[in-house]
Every structure is written in structure tokens, then in C-alpha cells.
């Protein structure tokens, strides 16, 4: 019983590793896109230093420059940003609610 010999070929084993794959391929393919998007986007961004940024004495948070800047310059990343976040939200949901049939 214990001493039961395994044999198997290289096509059990490609079989089996597109059994698994099969199913995960379209997700697969979504996380490669978003990981692509993100890299464009940091790789292709020109990130603003310190100066750049407006200055408004008054105004030591500088919230208003911020908001400007998120809201003009860098509208897309902060959209892609906001989806990932709320993908991530649905996610933590998803696993802290477990299975219901205990």
C-alpha cells in the first residue's frame, strides 16, 4: 500500500496545469492590464518637487493647491487610484464576511 508506484507524463501535466489556469485566465489578464497601467503611469509621470507646488502663506496645509492639483494635473491616476481602493474595500467585505454555512 505504501510502497505504491506514481507514474505520470509531461501530458498529465500540462493537462492539468491548464485545468487550473482555465478558469483564472480573464482575472489573470485584468491584473495584468491594471499592473500595466500602473507602471505607464508612474514610468510616465512627471512628478512635481516641492517648488512646483503653489505656495499660500495664510495657508500652511495648502489644501487648496493640493485639491487643484489632483483635480487638473493629475485627474487619472487619481481615478485609477479610487478604483483600486474601492476593489480593495470590496475585497476586505468580501473575506471578513466568511462562509455562512457553519
Known amino acids: 500500500m505504501l510502497n505504491k508506484e506514481i507514474s505520470f507524463t509531461a501530458m498529465d501535466v500540462i493537462t492539468s ?3 487550473y489556469l482555465k478558469p483564472r485566465i480573464l482575472g489573470m489578464i485584468i ?5 500595466a497601467v500602473i507602471i505607464v503611469s508612474v514610468a510616465f509621470t512627471s512628478w512635481p518637487i516641492m517648488d512646483q507646488l503653489p505656495q499660500d502663506i495664510a495657508d500652511q496645509s495648502n489644501i ?13 491616476p487619481f481615478e485609477i487610484l479610487s478604483i483600486i481602493l474601492l476593489s480593495a474595500l470590496m475585497g476586505a467585505i468580501y473575506m471578513a464576511k466568511g462562509d ?3
Open 100 to 102: 455562512d454555512n457553519k
Open 64 to 76: 487648496q493647491g493640493i485639491g487643484m492639483m489632483i483635480f487638473t494635473d493629475f485627474v487619472v
Open 31 to 35: 491584473a495584468a492590464l491594471f499592473l
Open 17 to 19: 496545469v491548464y485545468n
